[in-house]
């Protein structure tokens, strides 16, 4: 498992507990390239910057760990060893992710590219572009975004696990994105963030959806006026 976050986390939180903070840092890092949404890594990564380069040089990072709580919901993941954040206004990445998680797919495609525009880094924010313009019917362009996100990269969990389902929606070949997935996240502990329980079925009829106290982040069944319609990384290459 030596691409699985959930090491990673713990590893992690291994180098912040005696006071290793470069390493922590980069294991959360690396943790935020495996799965962008990991609210408790962000906290991590604020936490050792502070460390590391004092308070001046760290608001921005616990503004992103902030703009993750509204895809992670309340941390059922290993801990980061990271103190709670500062509290922190809504910026407008949390916005976009609260837009996506509301089912306001156009006002989260304002918010996800305006942010974009600044932060082009933030896979947590592409994520949020691809899914709201597949459900504002904008299809073509995200499967381009998709494509673009897989290639720089390619062990992004809530990537392939969209390029798997969109794959089996359309009678592709979804092995190559779930094994990659796998790779990352080997029980998919950390689907139902992004897929609802009917698409995880298809992925694997064995996976169990644990219970939460607010719906999937990303509903995932295509709205009605455009059932066939999926997401497939082939289409933007």
């Known amino acids: 498992m030596k691409e699985g ?14 006071g290793a903070a470069e390493e922590a840092r980069a294991e959360f890092e690396l943790v935020l390239r495996l799965e962008p949404g990991c609210a408790p890594a962000a906290r991590g990564v604020a936490s050792a910057v502070t460390t590391l380069e004092g308070t001046a040089a760290v608001a921005s990072y616990w503004q992103r760990a902030a703009d993750l709580r509204e895809y992670w919901g ?23 992710h609260r837009f996506l998680r509301g089912g306001l797919w156009e006002h989260a495609v304002q918010e996800a590219r305006a942010c974009l525009d600044l932060e082009p880094g ?10 709201a313009l597949w459900r504002s019917h904008q299809v073509a362009e995200a499967r381009v975004v998709l494509a673009a996100l897989l290639s720089r990269q390619p062990l992004c969990f809530p990537a392939n696990l969209l390029a798997a389902l969109d794959a089996e ?40 959806t644990p219970g939460r106290a607010e719906p999937p982040t990303v509903p995932a069944q295509p709205p009605p006026a455009a059932p066939h319609e999926a997401l497939s990384p082939a289409a933007g290459r």
């Open 74 to 96: 309340p941390d059922d993941s290993p801990a980061s060893g990271a103190a709670p954040p500062p509290r922190q206004p809504l910026s407008r990445a949390g916005l976009a």
């Open 5 to 18: 976050w959930e090491v990673h986390l713990l590893t992690g939180v291994g180098h912040a507990a005696i």
């Open 169 to 208: 929606i359309n009678g592709g070949d979804s092995i190559k994105p779930l094994a990659m997935a796998r790779r990352v996240d080997p029980l998919l502990r950390g689907a139902f963030r992004v897929l609802d329980a009917s698409e995880l079925a298809l992925l694997d009829p064995d996976l169990e």
């Open 122 to 131: 933030r896979s947590d924010l592409v994520m949020v572009l691809i899914r």
